[in-house]
């Protein structure tokens, strides 16, 4: 039987459930001597979602990614990573969490003397996460293809561009299925159209993969390409957040300082 439309608008309606967090930076300070960085900073990542942390130079964004991946113990605060708290972590427990949170560093890291195969050989196998060549082979041609780069893994880094460095760093990241990703200024150094190529690339990342993303970028091209929300780090603290668009038009001069 049907329910009379008057019932049905009586009846509470399902909420959307919430989203799943995937990482929560919760009140986190850190100082190094007197020189307080993080002063009670939170953060919330939920599945699927870009963030990306917007701060002016030496504000602290290196500081908060080495924090959540442990590099750096905070000093008060809590950090949770897919549930688990960094700092009750022992090495190896830390070790296994990090294969599942990529790392794109700014100068991308590649080893310079090894070929893209084997750059991306190198987490795979530290990881234990293959199971034989053929499935070495094709985990290589995927994560390859993933950033349209199938030509080049017997080439070096050195002959190729920065760019394709970037995409090459990436793959490295994306070949152990990561649930997170930490993009360190991906786009600094490249030249305007190659920034976006790279900003674009992220998103189709997220797209594809369904993976979170923490990105900090000073590029505001970048910032507004592939920000679901964005997140301004100032005086150590959250200022404000929300999307590009919130954020652009807000009158507050330390946010409209980032837009002008
Ligand atoms: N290991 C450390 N020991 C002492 N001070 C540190 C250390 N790491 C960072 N700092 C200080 O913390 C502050 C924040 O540095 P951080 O590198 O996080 O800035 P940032 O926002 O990433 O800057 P940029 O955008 O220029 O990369 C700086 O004053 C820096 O000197």
Redesign the pocket.
Known sequence: MLTPASVLQEMPRPTAPAAEMVLTVDNVSKS?GD?H?LRGFSLVLHRGENVVVL?K???????LIKCIIGLLPADAGRIAVLGQDVAALDHDALDRLRAKVGFLFQSNALYDSMTVRENLLFPLRRHWLAHGPAEEDALVRQALDDVDLGHTAEMLPAELSGGMRKRIALARTLILRPDIILYDEPTTGLDPVTAREISHLIRDVQQKYHTSALIIS?DMNCVRLVADRVVLLVDGRCYAEGTYKELARNSDPKVHEFFA
Do not use: D, E, T
């Open positions: 190094f020189n960085v701060g130079s030496g504000s602290g964004k290196s500081v000073h």
